[in-house]
């Protein structure tokens, strides 16, 4: 991206680098601040105050990282050495705190967390209403994003190619509760009214979806340009897998948008099921016994909304699924934040070191 006079000026306010960013930002005077826009191996290409520039990790931050999650990804904010690299890549020391994390479990026997994107306000989880469409898959998606730090919107494109589209919606409406759902075609002139609201300086919309559902062709719409190539779609009615890397695209309009590559199966690493199964959650604080597995115990509100249809054996048993492929098999609400918080903090004195920060944070906010 070349960057004239006016976008240079307010770069960093267009990038969404908020006073969080910028109070963290100061603990490092000597040090630029550059936003990750794409990913080539173990090249990062950046945007900062300056324009685009190529960055690799320090060799000290290469040592010190414990795993894979330490390492940039697109969406963070990154501390540098310089803001060209006309003289070599610059030298990315710090990854600022990160206020969302979209992630995923790796494919494989690893189980170990892959972070998609970062730093992203809302999420358009992208469904196609032809052979794509899928509840069970749509309730997944949600669980990941609500347990993100990011707002989920669900996005159905190609419903030129469906004759009962509202019967789709209304399918969709039954599980995404309280979440807005979006509908787009291939075949529509200007879809920038319906995102519009979205589409606000500062603010980062990444795109998740599996292969083919129109992901790509969505964002060149809305770039006005075609910035990503697109295939068309196969004879099953599945689309073909176009992007290969995720990547962060400036809207000339305002707000930013992250294309990530296609995922038909996505594995949980976190989740939140307070939002995605709120229905789910509530029976089941009505249960006689906390403990209540919703199988066959006596006093079991779950079963009985089961046995009067208020609830589909379908979403309950996608729900226990989620629950044991995330390691949450057994716990209520209560216990799973315990259970994300242990993983969040090693040891009960940086737990309590945490506690102690967040309720000085919490001070200083009331006396301002």
């Known amino acids: 991206m070349t960057l004239t006079n006016d976008t240079t000026s307010n ?26 826009i794409a990913q080539y191996n173990k090249i990062y290409k950046l945007m900062s105050q300056q324009g685009e520039l190529n960055a690799e990790v320090s060799g000290k931050f290469s040592y010190e990282a414990d795993d894979l999650s330490a390492y ?110 979006l509908v787009t075609s291939a075949i529509e002139g200007d879809i920038h009214d319906a995102f519009q609201s979205y589409l606000v300086e500062g603010q980062t919309i990444a795109l998740i979806g599996s292969s083919g559902v129109g992901k790509s062709t969505l964002i060149n719409c809305l770039l006005g340009a075609h910035a990503i190539a697109t295939r068309d779609i196969r004879n099953d009615d599945k ?19 992250i294309d990530t590559p296609g995922m038909r199966e996505i594995g949980i690493d976190d989740a939140d099921f ?27 509100a779950v079963q009985s909304a089961l046995e009067s249809s208020e609830l589909s054996s379908e979403r309950l048993s996608n729900y226990q699924k989620l629950k044991r492929e995330a390691g949450y098999e057994g716990l209520n609400s209560r216990e799973i934040e315990m259970a994300k918080i242990n993983q969040w903090f090693d040891g009960i004195g940086e737990l309590k070191q945490a506690r102690r920060f967040f309720k000085e944070q919490n001070t200083k906010r009331g006396k301002g």
């Open 11 to 36: 770069i960093l306010s267009r990038l969404g680098f908020s006073d969080r960013f910028e109070t963290e930002s100061k603990n490092f005077p000597n040090l630029y601040v550059g936003r990750v």
């Open 239 to 257: 689309g073909r897998h176009t992007t290969t890397r995720r990547e962060l695209f400036m809207l000339d309009q305002g707000g930013m948008l």
């Open 274 to 300: 307070s939002k995605s199964f709120a229905d789910i959650e509530g029976l089941a604080m009505q249960c006689r016994f906390n403990n209540c597995s919703h199988m066959n115990e006596p006093g079991c």
């Open 72 to 181: 940039p990804v697109v969406g963070d904010f990154v501390m540098i050495d310089r803001m060209s690299d006309k003289d070599g890549h610059a030298i990315i020391s710090q990854v600022l705190r990160r206020k969302s994390v979209l992630r995923r479990k790796s494919a494989g026997t690893s189980g170990e967390g892959q972070i998609i994107a970062s730093n992203v306000d809302t999420v358009f989880i992208c469904m196609s209403a032809n052979n794509d469409f899928n509840m069970r898959r749509a309730e997944r998606y949600l669980s990941i994003v609500w347990d993100s730090g990011a707002i989920p919107v669900i996005v159905i494109t190609k419903s030129d190619l469906a004759n009962n589209i509202e019967e789709k919606l209304s399918e969709m409406s039954s599980v995404a509760v309280g979440v807005e759902v």
